[in-house]
Nanobody
Framework: QVQLVESGGGLVQPGRSLRLSCAASGSTLGFSFKGWYRQAPGKQRELVAGMPSLGSTNYADSVKGRFTISMDNAKNTMYLQMNSLKPEDTAVYYC?????????WGQGTQVTVSS
């Protein structure tokens, strides 16, 4: 099994930055990171930044130019750098991967953007 643990969330003022981390542990054979999602209260979970196996990374229109997804293969960790944060970015952020054909999700980390 693979476990994903997110960290780096918190309360931040508008315009500031946060970096989320998603560390994979356990049996990572056949595992690959797929991206970051978020879910705001009363809304459906949405893709924020994707990291497909083939092709380039992709971003939700609402975060383009502000968020950057990256990965450190040596550390089995995926990151989401979030700059110029806005109140509408407030949500629980989840990382996602796949092990063979099965989806693997982290437990989520809360990001609150408020003055």
């Amino acid at each position: 099994q693979v476990q994903l643990v997110e960290s780096g969330g918190g309360l931040v003022q508008p315009g500031r930055s946060l970096r989320l981390s998603c560390a994979a542990s356990g049996s990572t054979l056949g595992f690959s990171f797929k991206g970051w999602y978020r879910q705001a209260p009363g809304k459906q979970r949405e893709l924020v930044a994707g990291m497909p196996s083939l092709g380039s990374t992709n971003y939700a229109d609402s975060v383009k130019g502000r968020f950057t997804i990256s990965m450190d293969n040596a550390k089995n960790t995926m990151y989401l750098q979030m700059n110029s944060l806005k109140p509408e970015d407030t949500a629980v952020y989840y990382c996602k991967g796949t092990k063979w054909q099965y989806d693997v999700w982290g437990q989520g980390t809360q990001v609150t953007v408020s003055s």
